[in-house]
C-alpha cells in the first residue's frame, strides 16, 4: 500500500510541473482571452479534473498508475496551453504537444499488439497533420509577418474589406482546415478513432471529450482566416456533413458499446465541422461542448450498459408520420416565428423533432410529444442565441447547390432508417450492412498501410 | 498432402466433432453472471491430464508459473510433510531428506510438450503474421453481430437463420478478409454447403487432419475462439441446437482459406514450447492444498466447544453458505447470547422464476412463477429521447439541445448521488396448498431446522452486492439465485413459512411451527455489509427495533468503507466477492461456531443424526458442492490464466451486445474473472486452492452417495474438489484408491 501512495505522491509531483508550466508559459505569454478561452478554459477544466478524480480509483493498483498520471497531466497541459495560446506558433506548438503525449497515453500497455497498432496509425495521421499546420505556420509569417493571432485577425478583416484574396491566404485557410479534419478524425482519415479502445477508459473521455475537439477549436480561433477562402469552407461543408453521416450509419451497426461510441464521435466531429463550414461557428462551439460532456459521459458510465433492457423490435415509420412531423417547422416558417439564419440546420433540427414525434402514439402521447417538441425548440433556439454572445456566425455566402444536397442526404438518411425493418430481407440493403458493419473496410486498409509503414515486432506474450 | 490421410470415416469424424464441443463449458451473460467450472467438459479426465492437454490445445497453463510456487518454498508457506505426501501420491518415490529445499531445485527445472497448431497459428510461428488475431477479430464481429441483444440500433440481416448460415450469408459478401490479404475468402465461402456439419467434413478434408488429433485439432480450434465458444455452448444450454458445431464449421473456413499462404503445413503436427505443466509445480500445488486442508482439519477437530446451547434462542438466522456469510454470521452471533445462524443454499429451496429469469442454481429448473405487482413507470419520454440520440440524422441537433445536461450527470456520478433504491413491490404468486406445504416442509428439513425449537424471530437472509458502472456486479450476486440478487427467493420463503394456511397444514401433519414464530427476509448487501429487511409488518416494534438494532451492530463491526465503494462509479474493486474460497463444510454449526475461518469457507449446516435416510446428504454433495466447485474452479481458472479463463483488465472492458466483455478494441469474447477481482495490484487475493469439502458423516454414508452419483465421484477421484469424512476428530480423506486417514494432530 505504501508503495502506490509513494507512486501516486510522485505522479501528483510529477503532474503538477506540467500545469505550473503552462500557467507560468501563458502568463508570461499574455493568454488570449476572450469569451471564447473563457468558456474552453472551464469545459477543459471542468473534464480534466473529473478524468483525474476517476482515474484515481479506477488504475488504483495498475503498477503504470504513476506514468499514467505523469502523461494525462502532459497533455492536459497542452490542451491548456493550446486554448489559452495567443499566437500561431505556440498553438501549433501545444497542438504538437497535445498529440505526442497522447501517444504515450495510447500505448499505455505496450505488450497489447492492438494498442501498438492503434497508436502508431494515430501518430502516422497526426504527423501529416501537422506538417499542415506547418505549412499553414510558413505561408502565415511569409504572408501577415505575424503569427500574433489580434494582428493576424485584424489583417484578414482588412483583406475581406478589399475584396482581393491573394493565392497564399486560400492556401493557408485550406491547410489550416486540413490539419482539423485529421485532428477531429474527418473521413477518409478517421480509422485511428474506433481503434483507441485498447487504451484505459478515461483517456477514451478526454481523447473523445477534449483532445478530439482541438481541431474544432483551430477552426473557430482561426475562422477570420478560415473563411477568407470559400474553397475552404465548402470543403469543411462537405467534408463534414459526409463524415457525419458515414459515421453515423457505421454506429448504428456496432454491437459493442466503445466502437458505438467512437463511430459516433466521428459522425458528431464531423457535424461541427458542417457547422464550421456554413459560418455557424457558435452552433459549432455549443456543439463542442455539448457533445464533450455528453461522450465523457458516456464513455464513463460505459460499464453500466449491462443493465440496458434489450430492445424491442423496430416498427417501420411511416412516411405521412414523417411529413406530419415537419409540419410544425413548415408552420413556423411560414408564421415567421423565427428567422432561419441557418436554413440548413435549422432544417435538420426540424427533422429530429418530426423523428421523435413518428415513434409516438396518437393520442395523448403525441400530444405531450408535441410540448416535448416546443420546449426543444424553445431549448436550441435559446442555446444557439446564447451561444452566439460567446462567437460570432460569420455571413457565408449561400451555396444552394451545397445546401440542398446536404439537407437532401439528411432527409434521406433519415427515411433510410425509418424504413431499416421493411429493408431487412432486400439484398441490397444486406450487402450495405455488411459493407457498413466493417466501417467500408477504411480501419482494415489503414492497418495495412500502417504495418507495411512502421511493422511491429513480434510482441506475443509469453507465459 | 498424403493421401491416406484424408479417407477418416464420417462417423469418426461426427464423433470428433461432438467431443471436441462437448469439452467447451458454458458462459453466462452479464446480467446473471453465474460461475462456471471453465472446466466443465473435461472433468472426466484427472485434473493432471486436463492441464496436459489444455497445454496443448490452450497454449496456456492451469497451474501458477514455477515463481509462484518458489516463492511459496521459500516464505515456507508449504509443509514439508504435505510436500513428501504429494510426492509420494503422485510420483510414488519417496520423500527427499530435504523437501522444501529439493522442490525449489526441481521448480527450476522446465520440460518440453508439444502445443498443436491451427493454419493460422502455423503462419504467425512462421512467418511472423498476425493471422490468428484477424480471425479472432473477424468471427467475434459477426457473433456480436449475431448475438447482439440492444446494442446495435441496425441488427445484422439473416439473423433469424442460424448462426453458421447468418455467418455465411456474411462473409460472402463481407470483403475484409481479401483487404486484409486473405485471397479468394469468399469464393470458398459460397462453395461451402449450407450444412454446417457437411461443412467441417468438407474443411477437414482440405486440411488434412490426421484421425487420432482428429478431436484436439477440433477442441484447438474451439480454443482458438474459447469465449464465442463458451457463449454458444450456453445458448445450447437455453434450447439452441449444434451452435458450437456451427462455430467449429465458422473457425475452420477461415483456416482452410489460409492453406493457399501456409505451403508446407502438416496440421496435427505441433510446435515444441515449454511445458507449463511440471510435476514440480503441480506437487507444489498439492502441498499447498495439502497445508491447507491439514490446518483446517486440525482446527476442525479441536474446535472449543460451543456454549450456546444452554440459553434460550432469540434469533435464528438462515444465510446462503457464500464465503462471505462467514463473517457476517460470525459477527451476528457475538452480538447477543441466543442468536443462532444456519448456512444454507440462497435460494432456501425456493426453485422460482421471477420476472423471466430463473431465481434458483442453474443445475435446477424454476418450478414455480413469482410476479411483482408493481407496475413499471411509463418511460415512453425516455425512450423517445432515446430513439433520437441513437438516429444517425437526429443525433446531431440532439446532443446540441440536450448535451450540457450530461454535465449534471456527471456531477452526480462525482458526488455519489445516483443510487436510488428500488421501492419494494409486493410479490404475488399462485400456487396450491399442498405445494406450498411440502416446499415449506422440505425447506425447513433440508435447512436443519427443527419446528418445534424454532425462536420467535427467524430471519431468512439472501445476499446481493450493490456496485455501480460494473458490468460484472452480477458475478457479486447469489449463484443459488442464478446470478441474482437473493432478495425475491428470501421474502418468498418466508411469506411461504409465514402463511397460516401453511401452518394449519403442517400441524395437521405433526409439524408444528410455534405460533409465536415469525420468519422475515432480509438481504446481506455484501459491497456495504448491510442487512436490508422487507415485510416486517409482523413483526412487533419492539422485535424490529432489537433485529434491527443486531444486525446494525454486526454491519458497523466489519464496515470497511463499502458504502464509498459501492457508490462509486469509477470502482473496479467494489468488493472481493469469494476471493479466497478454498474449503466447504458440511456440519452443524458447533463444529464451526468458535472458529474465524477468514471468510474462505461455504458453510452449511447439516445435522447426520436428523438424516435418517441419507437425503439431505445426497442433496447436499450433488447441488451444493458443485455449485461451490464450480465457483471455486472459476476462481482457480480465473488465477491461473487469466489470458484464457479470466476476462482480463478491467479498464479496457468494452461491453458486447450488452451480455459480454471484449478486452479493448475487439479479440475474444472473454469469460471468468476480471484480474481485478482477484489480484490488488500487488498481491493476489485470490490463492488459487480446490476445493477442500469437510463433511460431518461418516465414510460409508458419504461412498453410498458417490456410488449412486457418479458425477460427483468422477469430481472426487479425478482431483477437482477433495471430500473428508469427519467421524467426532478422525479425519478420513477420498483418494481415488479409497479412504485415507487424515492427521488432526
Known amino acids: 500500500m505504501q508503495n502506490t501512495a509513494q507512486q501516486q505522491a510522485r505522479s501528483a509531483t510529477a503532474g503538477a510541473i506540467f500545469p505550473l508550466l503552462c500557467l507560468a508559459g501563458a502568463i508570461a505569454a499574455t493568454p488570449f482571452v476572450d469569451r471564447l478561452t473563457s468558456v474552453l478554459l472551464l469545459l477543459s477544466t471542468l473534464l480534466f479534473a473529473v478524468i483525474c478524480r476517476y482515474s484515481q480509483h479506477y488504475l488504483a493498483g495498475d503498477p503504470g498508475q504513476a506514468r499514467f498520471y505523469f502523461w494525462l497531466c502532459c497533455t492536459g497541459s497542452c490542451v491548456f496551453a493550446l486554448i489559452l495560446a495567443r499566437n500561431l506558433l505556440f498553438f501549433a506548438c501545444a497542438w504538437l504537444g497535445t498529440s505526442l503525449s497522447l501517444h504515450q497515453l495510447l500505448q499505455f500497455y505496450p505488450h497489447r499488439p492492438g494498442a501498438l497498432l492503434a497508436a502508431r496509425k494515430k501518430f502516422l495521421i497526426s504527423r501529416l497533420g501537422d506538417s499542415a499546420l506547418a505549412g499553414a505556420l510558413f505561408l502565415t509569417y511569409r504572408t501577415f509577418g505575424t503569427w500574433d493571432f489580434s494582428a493576424l485577425f485584424a489583417a484578414a478583416d482588412r483583406l475581406r474589406d478589399s475584396h482581393q484574396i491573394p493565392l497564399d491566404v486560400s492556401a493557408t485557410a485550406c491547410l489550416l482546415v486540413f490539419a482539423a479534419m485529421l485532428k477531429s478524425a474527418q473521413f477518409p482519415f478517421h480509422s485511428w478513432l474506433p481503434d483507441t479502445m485498447e487504451t484505459p477508459t478515461p483517456v477514451s473521455a478526454l481523447m473523445h471529450a477534449g483532445i478530439i475537439n482541438a481541431g474544432g477549436i483551430l477552426v473557430i480561433r482561426l475562422s477570420p482566416i478560415v473563411t477568407l477562402s470559400p474553397a475552404a469552407m465548402t470543403a469543411l461543408a462537405a467534408v463534414g456533413a459526409f463524415t457525419a453521416l458515414f459515421g453515423s450509419v457505421v454506429a448504428l451497426t456496432q454491437a459493442s458499446v466503445k466502437r458505438c461510441l467512437a463511430f459516433s464521435t466521428v459522425a458528431q466531429m464531423g457535424f461541427m465541422m458542417l457547422e464550421c463550414g456554413l459560418g455557424a461557428f457558435h452552433l459549432a462551439l455549443l456543439h463542442l461542448l455539448a457533445h464533450s460532456l455528453y461522450k465523457a459521459y458516456s464513455f464513463l458510465s460505459s460499464g453500466s450498459v449491462v443493465s440496458t433492457e434489450p430492445q424491442r423490435n423496430q416498427t417501420a415509420a411511416g412516411t405521412l408520420a414523417l411529413i406530419a412531423g415537419l409540419l410544425p417547422a413548415g408552420l413556423a416558417w411560414t408564421a415567421g416565428l423565427h428567422q432561419f439564419d441557418q436554413p440548413v440546420l435549422s432544417g435538420i433540427f426540424f427533422l429530429a423533432l418530426a423523428q421523435m414525434l413518428w415513434t409516438l402514439k396518437p393520442g395523448l402521447q403525441l400530444l405531450s410529444g408535441l410540448a416535448a417538441g416546443g420546449f426543444l425548440t424553445a431549448v436550441y433556439f435559446g442555446l444557439e442565441k446564447a451561444a452566439a454572445q460567446v462567437v460570432q456566425p460569420a455571413t457565408v455566402p449561400a451555396n444552394t447547390v451545397l445546401s440542398a444536397a446536404i439537407l437532401l442526404l439528411f432527409l434521406l438518411t433519415a427515411l433510410f432508417q425509418s424504413q431499416l425493418p421493411r429493408l431487412r430481407q432486400s439484398s441490397a440493403a444486406t450487402s450495405f450492412y455488411i459493407h457498413a458493419r466493417n466501417g467500408f473496410y477504411f480501419n482494415t486498409l489503414a492497418n495495412r498501410l500502417t504495418m507495411a509503414l512502421w511493422p511491429a515486432q513480434n510482441t506475443e506474450r509469453t507465459f | ?745
Open chain 2, 1 to 745: 498432402m498424403p493421401v491416406e490421410l484424408l479417407v477418416t470415416s464420417k462417423e469418426t469424424i461426427t464423433n470428433a466433432i461432438q467431443t471436441a464441443c462437448k469439452r467447451v463449458p458454458p458462459l453466462w451473460p452479464l446480467q446473471n453472471f453465474v460461475a462456471v467450472n471453465p472446466f466443465l467438459g473435461l472433468t472426466g479426465r484427472t485434473f493432471a491430464d486436463a492441464a496436459r492437454l489444455i497445454d496443448r490445445v490452450g497454449h496456456g497453463p492451469m497451474l501458477m508459473p514455477a515463481g509462484y510456487y518458489a516463492e511459496k518454498c521459500s516464505q515456507q508457506a508449504l509443509r514439508p510433510d504435505q510436500i513428501a505426501i504429494a510426492c509420494q501420491d503422485y510420483t510414488s518415490s519417496n520423500a527427499p531428506a530435504d523437501p522444501e529445499e529439493w522442490l525449489k531445485a526441481e521448480l527450476a527445472r522446465s520440460s518440453d510438450t508439444t502445443r498443436l497448431l491451427t493454419v493460422a497459428d502455423w503462419l504467425d510461428h512462421t512467418k511472423s503474421t498476425s493471422w490468428a488475431i484477424f480471425i479472432t477479430d473477424e468471427i467475434s464481429k459477426w457473433c456480436s453481430s449475431y448475438f447482439d441483444r440492444a446494442l446495435s440500433y441496425w441488427t445484422m440481416p439473416g439473423r433469424e437463420a442460424t448462426l453458421y448460415q447468418a455467418w455465411k450469408q456474411a462473409a460472402s459478401i463481407d470483403r475484409n478478409p481479401e483487404v486484409f490479404g486473405l485471397p479468394d475468402f469468399r469464393t470458398l465461402v459460397r462453395a461451402l454447403p449450407d450444412n454446417e456439419e457437411a461443412a467441417i467434413h468438407e474443411l477437414l478434408a482440405l486440411l488434412g487432419t490426421r484421425e487420432e488429433e482428429l478431436e484436439d485439432f477440433l477442441h484447438r480450434q474451439l480454443m482458438s475462439i474459447f469465449g464465442w465458444s463458451a457463449w454458444c455452448a450456453f445458448r445450447e444450454r437455453e434450447g439452441a441446437e449444434n451452435l458450437t458445431r456451427q462455430l467449429l464449421a465458422i473457425r475452420l473456413a477461415y483456416d482452410a482459406a489460409l492453406l493457399t499462404l501456409a505451403e508446407g503445413f502438416d496440421a496435427g503436427h505441433g510446435e515444441t514450447a515449454p511445458a507449463t505443466f511440471t510435476t514440480a509445480k503441480y506437487l507444489a500445488q498439492l502441498a499447498a492444498e495439502g497445508t491447507f486442508r491439514a490446518n483446517l482439519a486440525s482446527k476442525l477437530a479441536h474446535a472449543p466447544a460451543s456454549t450456546s446451547k444452554a440459553t434460550r434462542k432469540r434469533l435464528q438466522a438462515v444465510f446462503c453458505i457464500d464465503v462471505r456469510s462467514e463473517a457476517y454470521r460470525r459477527a451476528l452471533e457475538a452480538q447477543a447470547p441466543g442468536i443462532e445462524t444456519i448456512g444454507f443454499a440462497g435460494f432456501f429451496g425456493m426453485a422460482i422464476d421471477f420476472q423471466d429469469s430463473a431465481r434458483c442454481p442453474v443445475l435446477l429448473a424454476p418450478r414455480f412463477t413469482v410476479n411483482s405487482t408493481g407496475t413499471p413507470a411509463s418511460k415512453w419520454l425516455s425512450k423517445a429521447w432515446g430513439q433520437l440520440r441513437n438516429s444517425a440524422s437526429a443525433c446531431f441537433p440532439a446532443v446540441e439541445t440536450g448535451g450540457l445536461w450530461y454535465g449534471v450527470s456527471i456531477a452526480k456520478r462525482l458526488l455519489g448521488l445516483t443510487k436510488k433504491e428500488a421501492a419494494t413491490q409486493p410479490l404475488q404468486w399462485q400456487i396450491g396448498l399442498e405445494t406450498r406445504v411440502q416446499l415449506v416442509a422440505d425447506a425447513l428439513r433440508n435447512m436443519s431446522l427443527d419446528p418445534a425449537q424454532l425462536a420467535s424471530i427467524v430471519l431468512i437472509c439472501g445476499h446481493g452486492s450493490s456496485t455501480e458502472n460494473n458490468p460484472y456486479g452480477s458475478s457479486l450476486d447469489c449463484g443459488a439465485c442464478g446470478g441474482h440478487k437473493g432478495d425475491v427467493n428470501a421474502r418468498f420463503a418466508a411469506a411461504l413459512m409465514n402463511d397460516p394456511e401453511v401452518r394449519a397444514e403442517l400441524q395437521r401433519r405433526d409439524i408444528c411451527i410455534p405460533a409465536e414464530t415469525v420468519f422475515v427476509a432480509g438481504m446481506h448487501i455484501t459491497t456495504t455489509n448491510q442487512v436490508v429487511l422487507y415485510d416486517t409488518e409482523r413483526l412487533t416494534p419492539a422485535q424490529l427495533q432489537e433485529l434491527q438494532g443486531w444486525l446494525q451492530k454486526a454491519s458497523a463491526s466489519l464496515d470497511d468503507g463499502g458504502t464509498q465503494r459501492s457508490r462509486d462509479w469509477s470502482e473496479v474493486r467494489p468488493e472481493w466477492g469469494l476471493a479466497g474460497n478454498a474449503a466447504f463444510i458440511a456440519a452443524p454449526r458447533s463444529r464451526t461456531r468458535n472458529l474465524e475461518l477468514g471468510g474462505r469457507a461455504f458453510l452449511h449446516d447439516y445435522d447426520p443424526a436428523a438424516d435418517h435416510d441419507n437425503s439431505v446428504l445426497t442433496l447436499i454433495l450433488t447441488a451444493p458442492v458443485v455449485v461451490a466447485s464450480w465457483i471455486n474452479l472459476q476462481y482457480f481458472g480465473s488465477t491461473v490464466n487469466n489470458e484464457l479463463f479470466g476476462s482480463g483488465n478491467k479498464v479496457l472492458h468494452n461491453v458486447v451486445g450488452t451480455f459480454g466483455i471484449w478486452e479493448g478494441n475487439a479479440g475474444d469474447l472473454r469469460t471468468g474473472l476480471p484480474l481485478q477481482s482477484l489480484h490488488d495490484g500487488t498481491n493476489w487475493v485470490h490463492e488459487p486452492l480446490r476445493l477442500q469439502v469437510f463433511v460431518e458423516a461418516t465414510r460409508d454414508r458419504i461412498d453410498a452417495v458417490l456410488e449412486a452419483h457418479p458425477q460427483v465421484r468422477e469430481l472426487v477421484e479425478n482431483e477437482w474438489i477433495s471430500l473428508i469424512s469427519m467421524e467426532g476428530d478422525v479425519f478420513h480423506e477420498r483418494k481415488r484408491s479409497g479412504w485415507r486417514w487424515l492427521p488432526t494432530a
